[in-house]
């Protein structure tokens, strides 16, 4: 990746939907050298998906999450993301250092929704318990 690919990949992750006629002339490129590198970056895995950031708060109320997972014995990760990925509300789920196996990033309708959710996965054969922290104000949030 040179500087040219640092440059493109700045000026997705500001705008995936800016074309690539508008990004070449910002960096010295026509569109199709932008498109070309583009392509490549993807092939190689370093783009990976284009996406929508959404203002959660424009979708109306949420109660959000972030909850430990407590697990018996030893589970694999991928266990620990089939049961993640299993339950909707799951939108982040990470291994951790520390007492917990994992932290999820939860988020859910209501407080009922989020209960519903957490009994979802306190049911999993090898899930023992979770400790959550219901999420009052997002005071930073970088992407």
């Not at 583009?38 to 929508?52: A, K, P, Q, S, Y």
């Not at 990470?94 to 988020?107: I, Q, Y």
């Not at 306190?122 to 959550?132: F, Q, V």
């Amino acid at each position: 990746m040179d500087a040219l690919d640092s440059r493109i990949i700045q000026a997705l992750r500001a705008d995936a939907r800016e074309s690539y006629a508008a990004i070449g002339a910002r960096i010295g490129l026509s569109a199709s050298a932008v498109k070309r590198r583009v392509d490549h970056l993807r092939e190689r895995g370093v783009i990976r998906r284009f996406t929508v950031e959404v203002d959660e708060s424009a979708l109306g109320p949420r109660t959000e999450a972030y909850v430990e997972l407590f697990c018996r014995g030893t589970i694999s990760s991928a266990e620990l993301r089939r049961v993640c990925a299993a339950v909707p509300e799951v939108v982040e789920a990470c291994t951790v250092t520390g007492e917990a196996d994992s932290v999820l990033r939860m988020r859910a309708a209501n407080v009922h929704a989020l209960e519903e959710a957490l009994q979802s996965i306190r049911s999993k054969a090898n899930i023992e318990r979770t400790r959550s922290a219901v999420i009052l104000t997002s005071l930073v949030e970088r992407r």
